[in-house]
């Protein structure tokens, strides 16, 4: 990745991005909040409101900048952990690595593709999966339009994204994005950092279904203590 | 006698071949029914509309970006026409969205090459006649219509196209943008493109990089208004 396309892509788009933020959500609700609340609260469930696009944009560029290291400086490859599931996910490394390169490829327009950790939590307010099983917990490969990031999808953990809007390669590349996506691939992903992601993810799963655990055990030890709830139904009372 | 019918059998397959030719369809496609489309040339060399648009720019997108969408509609087509009498339905469906990209990519840049004219054959000029004064009816002045375009041009997330178009039905012009690859039809059945101009960061970037706004503020000196207006006069009788 050239010096140049950096110098565009980090020194213009990106910088344009954060500078059009701050001036949109000063002296706003959103003013004050973390990067994320702003990407999700913009986000409005689907009704963007004027500031997603930029929150969005600046959040995806910080996250892909994290996800690169220079050419050279040392290999780097998936954790052992990772592997394991990536095998199981995918069948193989090369299976995944086609995977992303094909859906880096099929984006049609301007988006992203993610490499994401994706928890089995329903997504149904307080509903809680009963048969939790590791088995749903997956790694998956997501494309996303434009600004739209996993965070707003909820549930899910990104651990490694590729910018494919045209700006992110046309310097080097021109219109031959397969290129760019191989160079990113073979060259330029970080695997320590998508490692630490992956570790951080599994970490904030477990700690959610911990709560999760300690929710369900308190609401239990509610309907079996003496004092039932006035409203209570007891089929088999009786009571004519 | 002999003579004769060679002479006429060479005429029949000179016709076959032209009318093929016009259709841009190879024989064998032909034959089997299934129209091919091919890349449409360019009335003007590369270069020739700089330096509002760059030849390196001009090449890469007409033989490059238009050419890949035309190759990829074509397959697209080709899956299709196989899908159909299999009653495959889950393939015909699953082909819609690379046929609205794909062909949707192919009319489009068909459009937008008309569009654009060297300014010794007339780019830039403005329009005169019924297209120049339905402008002023319906903006207010020709230079509003520039604003208005480029606002909605520049404000165009993500890739798309911003257009000059005529609605049929309610008989007046309107400034509309298009996501991707989406034609204006896709905004309303009644609209008809008289002018497209491609946002999208292929079309600008070797030259203008992040700054949108210059390459719209440019553009206009090589717009093709003859060719609009042309569009305009049939459109509206």
């Not at chain 2, 049929?168 to 009644?190: I, S």
Request: aromatic share 12%; net charge negative; hydrophobic share 35%.
């Amino acid at each position: 990745m050239s010096q140049e396309t950096l110098e565009y892509h980090w020194g213009k788009h990106h910088r344009t991005y954060v500078e059009n933020l701050n001036k949109q959500i000063v002296g706003t609700d959103l003013d004050g909040l973390s990067l994320e609340e702003v990407v999700v609260n913009s986000y409005n469930k689907g009704d963007l409101l004027p500031a997603f696009n930029n929150a969005a944009q600046v959040w995806n560029h910080d996250f892909f900048w994290e996800s690169m290291k220079p050419r050279g400086s040392g290999g780097g490859k998936p954790s052992e952990d990772l592997l394991k599931l990536i095998d199981r996910d995918f069948g193989s490394f090369e299976g995944f690595v086609n995977e992303f390169k094909a859906a880096a490829q099929t984006q049609f327009g301007s988006g992203w593709v993610w490499f994401a950790y994706k928890d089995s939590r329903l997504d149904v307010g307080n509903a809680v999966n009963p048969l939790r099983s590791d088995e749903d917990k997956k790694l998956v490969v997501v494309k996303s339009p434009n600004a739209v990031n996993p965070l707003t999808w909820g549930y899910y953990y990104p651990l490694l994204t590729i910018d494919v809007w045209e700006h992110a390669y046309y310097i080097d590349f021109q219109n031959r994005r397969p290129d760019y996506i191989s160079m990113f691939m073979d060259k330029l992903v970080s695997w320590e950092v998508v490692n630490s992601r992956f570790e951080k993810a599994k970490a904030a799963v477990e700690q959610m279904e911990q709560e999760d655990e300690r929710k369900r055990r308190q609401e239990e030890e509610r309907f079996t203590s003496d004092e039932a709830p006035a409203n209570a139904v007891f089929p088999d009372s009786d009571t004519d | 006698m002999a003579a004769r019918s060679l002479l006429i059998r060479k005429t029949l397959a000179t016709v076959l071949r032209r009318d093929s030719a016009a259709l841009g369809a190879p024989a064998a496609a032909h034959s089997r029914g299934l129209h091919t489309f091919t890349l449409p040339d360019l009335s003007y060399d590369y270069g020739a509309l700089e330096p509002a648009i760059s030849g390196e720019i001009m090449e890469l997108h007409h033989k490059k970006h238009h050419q890949t969408y035309v190759t990829n509609y074509n397959k697209a087509l080709e899956q299709l026409h196989d899908a159909l009498p299999k009653g495959d339905a889950s393939t015909i469906v699953k082909l819609q969205s690379a046929i609205k990209f794909n062909g949707g990519g192919h009319i489009n840049h068909s459009i937008f090459w008309k569009n654009l004219a060297p300014v010794r054959e007339g780019g830039g000029e403005p329009p005169k006649g019924s297209l120049g004064w339905a402008i002023d009816e319906h903006f207010g002045s020709f230079e509003k219509l520039v604003q208005k375009v480029n606002a909605e041009g520049a404000a165009l997330q993500g890739s798309g196209w911003v257009w000059l178009g005529l609605d049929k039905e309610l008989k007046r012009l309107v400034v509309e943008t298009t996501a991707n690859q989406d034609p204006l039809v896709t905004k309303g059945p009644g609209l008809v493109p008289l002018l497209g101009i491609d946002v999208w960061e292929h079309a600008y970037y070797l030259q203008y990089k992040n700054v949108r706004p210059d390459y719209l503020k440019n553009i206009w000196k090589v717009i093709n208004w003859k060719y609009a207006s042309e569009v305009y006069d049939n459109e509206s009788s």
